[in-house]
RNA sequence: GUGAUUGUAGCUCAGUUGGUUAGAGCGCCAGGUUGUGGCCCUGGAGGUCGGGGGUUCGAGUCCCCUCAUUCACCCCA
């Protein structure tokens, strides 16, 4: 054994597990494609500015979950991302992309890193999936975003889903909303904990979805934010919520739906799933119009998206086992070298086989045939093909099939013949 | 950052009030089959019992420290 691990909250993806992340993400891109929203990849990092500007300096995620460093000391500080949309919003501004397509539907897969403690469905260095609509904000858009990430829970067939769904309103109706909640809360302040004293002064509505029972006590008796929303805010909401329900999709209102970054605005969403243990959020997202203003665009883009942890959709597939077997495929054809000094001659002739597209294994390691063939049961192959000294000179070499033990003494071109045509066929199975 | 939890073979785990060379199942390797896998049988390799210190005639077992794990708080994906 290494005397080197992993690092804290990190973890590694060997090829059995790799088998069922390629099931889903697969399912992932081809919805994409169904929804028309384009892959993109950004860096894993950026510059600190850019996170603190938009997620929000008072952030937990700010205030202590970023790992930051200065590459030189000097140099500008970087922060490993850790959520997407900042630098996709960054990207897209950065290579004004709105000047040749005023909307922009983009969605990724990618690792993204926060210093917080580890445990069951929380790592440092997660992944999550999401799609980021840049460019347009009506109701439609909103559904739109949040049907796709619908719709791909159910086509992994997750169950036990709950869809909780706020409007935080304008900015307007926040600036409003926060003062009234100031001044309700004030009089409490001293009942207040440690996070909802800091919260108080910069960022109040946080205190609303605090999991603490004696703040959730004292905010029952608070002004309702859906109570402030203008007109504005209140029309669109009903219109977001409507196409939800023309498209049968189950949610729930929840006034109290506040989320952790600062810039959304309007609709805020969240997925929890029974299946996930203390860390049930599976998702969430909502629409963020002033973004792209706070990044320094001349003007505002209107936009939506959604992010959705892949380790904890794989935890709640798994305990609802919709996962695939976790075995990689097997070779078409596992070549049995009987005698090693023949070796090379198989080894030629597995090149041939790969030529023809066919999917081939020889053994590396020198084994006896006996392991050989051990080792080709194990990994799966389809079939195995001797070749030793009587098959080289006779041109005849036995293909074995290994689930149905039937074999049968082929010349080179009828093996490769054969075998192109089951790899055919494999390839044409769904 | 706080609180608990667990560290024994590659994996899952036994290991009695402290007592000889630390075990099992699975996996791996080899043989039973002179060129044929799976099932079966036989054998083998593999452990500084997380690390360090202490108590003791003697520590996997008790004490202290440390590292790591896991779970929860917090927060979120």
Known sequence: MSSYQVVKGARDIFPDEMVQWNYVEEVICRLAGVFGFNEIRTPVFEYTELFQRSIGASTDIVGKEMFTFCPDGSERSITLRPEMTAGVMRAVLQKNLFASAPVQKLYYISELFRKERPQAGRQRQFTQFGAELLGASSPAAVAEVIMFMMQVFGELGLDGLRLRINSLGSADDRRRYREELRSYLAPHYGMLDQASRERFEKN?????????????????????????????????????????????????????????????????????????????????????????????????????????????????????????????????????????????????????????????????????????????????????????????????????????????????????????HASIIKTRQP
């Open 204 to 420: 109040p509505l946080r205190i609303l979805d605090s999991k603490n029972p004696d703040m959730q006590e004292i905010v029952s008796g608070a002004p309702k934010l859906h109570e402030h929303l203008g007109d504005e805010a209140r029309r669109d909401f009903d219109q977001v919520l409507g196409y939800l329900a023309g498209r049968g999709i189950d949610f729930s209102i929840d006034h109290l739906l506040v989320r952790g970054l600062d810039y959304y605005s309007y609709t805020a969403f969240e997925v929890s799933c029974t299946a996930l243990g203390a860390q049930d959020a599976l998702g969430g997202g909502g629409r963020y119009d002033s973004l792209a203003l706070e990044l320094g665009s001349p003007k505002e883009v209107p936009a939506a998206g959604f992010a959705v942890g892949m380790e904890r959709l794989l935890i709640a597939m798994q305990k609802q086992r919709l996962l695939p077997e976790a075995v990689p495929p097997g070779p078409e054809v596992f070549i049995i070298v009987p005698q090693q000094e023949f070796f090379d001659h198989a080894f030629d002739i597995a090149a041939r086989l790969r030529s023809a597209g066919i999917g081939t294994t020889i053994d590396l390691a020198g084994r006896s045939m006996k392991a050989q063939l051990r080792e080709a049961n194990r990994m799966r192959a389809a079939s195995a093909l001797f070749v030793g000294g009587d098959e080289l000179a006779s041109g005849l070499f036995p293909l074995k099939d290994l689930a149905s033990s039937a074999q049968e003494a082929l010349s080179l071109d009828a093996v490769i013949g054969r075998l192109r």
